[in-house]
């Protein structure tokens, strides 16, 4: 039988990310007015936020001290995710041509949206705060169609453009100024099994992606061991299991190397 306390968790996590994203966009996801500075945070829906979500760390962590003291580390570092994010939007807007502003990448990018979630959720499963991390992506998930697990690391001005079906796993890295199409998986290659049969946790099992790079649409990279080097550009549908040298180009017939002429030739 499930634990009574658990009752309401996910709807109390989902009325958190809202009141957050409210938080950080009161303009765009806030109540109407006739004018709302588009830079303006909301103390007010922090202060909701804070409200709601404190129980619910209680609920996980089964103590209400524990909870208030890992709230008031999460609450306090929302400024730096603001800031990120800002960083994020930037790079959707000048990496897609049909972008026509500001407030479109905010109301209408799904990868902006899931973005958005996973950096909220990422605080939280560095603090080891358990269940409620995956709780929040996997609403990004319902959302928008994108899976990026919380424990990935990822840097700034990161952009997914179109989104549906992206999956990022755990251990992944991504560098800055990344751009991901849909379809795009970075994940794991096979699973070490232990004594028991079963997989192995708490293991490095997805790629590292350098800075600058470009994966387009259902391109799959795989293994923890797995790098990919900066300003790599990584072809539609390419199946990558093994390091690809900074400054190439994968296709699905091979991989292009850069010549310093600017040209490039098949290998």
Request: with cysteine.
């Given at each position: 039988?499930?634990?009574?306390?658990?009752?309401?968790?996910?709807?109390?996590?989902?009325?958190?990310?809202?009141?957050?994203?409210?938080?950080?966009?009161p303009a765009h996801f806030?109540?109407?007015?006739?004018?709302?500075?588009?830079?303006?945070?909301?103390?007010?829906?922090?202060?909701?936020?804070?409200?709601?979500?404190?129980?619910?760390?209680?609920?996980?962590?089964?103590?209400?001290?524990?909870?208030?003291?890992q709230s008031a580390v999460?609450?306090?570092?929302?400024?730096?995710?603001?800031?990120?994010?800002?960083?994020?939007?930037?790079?959707?807007?000048?990496?897609?041509?049909?972008?026509?502003?500001?407030?479109?990448?905010?109301?209408?990018?799904?990868?902006?949206?899931?973005?958005?979630?996973?950096?909220?959720?990422?605080?939280?499963?560095?603090?080891?705060?358990?269940?409620?991390?995956?709780?929040?992506s996997e609403y990004a998930?319902?959302?928008?169609?994108?899976?990026?697990?919380?424990?990935?690391?990822?840097?700034?001005?990161?952009?997914?453009?179109?989104?549906?079906?992206?999956?990022?796993?755990?251990?992944?890295?991504?560098?800055?100024?990344?751009?991901?199409?849909?379809?795009?998986?970075?994940?794991?290659?096979?699973?070490?099994?232990?004594?028991?049969?079963?997989?192995?946790?708490?293991?490095?099992?997805?790629?590292?992606?350098?800075?600058?790079?470009?994966?387009?649409?259902?391109?799959?990279?795989?293994?923890?061991?797995?790098?990919?080097?900066?300003?790599?550009?990584?072809?539609?549908?390419?199946?990558?299991?093994?390091?690809?040298?900074?400054?190439?180009?994968?296709?699905?017939?091979?991989?292009?190397?850069?010549?310093?002429?600017?040209?490039?030739?098949?290998?």
């Amino acid at each position: 039988m499930a634990d009574i306390t658990f009752l309401g968790l996910n709807r109390s996590v989902c009325e958190a990310i809202c009141l957050l994203m409210q938080a950080f966009f009161p303009a765009h996801f806030g109540e109407a007015t006739d004018a709302v500075d588009p830079d303006a945070k909301s103390p007010e829906m922090t202060a909701r936020a804070r409200e709601i979500l404190t129980p619910a760390l209680a609920v996980v962590l089964r103590s209400r001290k524990e909870a208030e003291k890992q709230s008031a580390v999460f609450f306090d570092a929302l400024p730096s995710v603001r800031e990120v994010l800002d960083t994020d939007i930037e790079a959707a807007y000048y990496g897609d041509p049909a972008a026509t502003g500001r407030d479109e990448v905010i109301l209408t990018y799904p990868g902006f949206y899931a973005t958005c979630i996973y950096r909220i959720a990422h605080l939280l499963y560095l603090q080891k705060v358990p269940i409620i991390p995956r709780m929040m992506s996997e609403y990004a998930h319902r959302q928008t169609g994108i899976d990026i697990h919380p424990g990935a690391e990822i840097g700034r001005y990161f952009f997914i453009d179109h989104g549906t079906g992206v999956v990022i796993g755990e251990t992944a890295t991504i560098g800055e100024h990344v751009k991901i199409y849909q379809h795009v998986t970075l994940g794991a290659k096979s699973f070490k099994l232990g004594e028991d049969g079963h997989p192995v946790k708490g293991i490095k099992r997805h790629p590292d992606i350098g800075n600058g790079v470009v994966i387009y649409a259902g391109a799959t990279i795989l293994g923890g061991e797995t790098v990919i080097g900066d300003n790599c550009v990584i072809g539609g549908n390419a199946w990558v299991t093994k390091s690809i040298p900074a400054n190439e180009t994968v296709t699905i017939r091979g991989y292009v190397k850069k010549r310093s002429d600017g040209s490039e030739g098949e290998k």
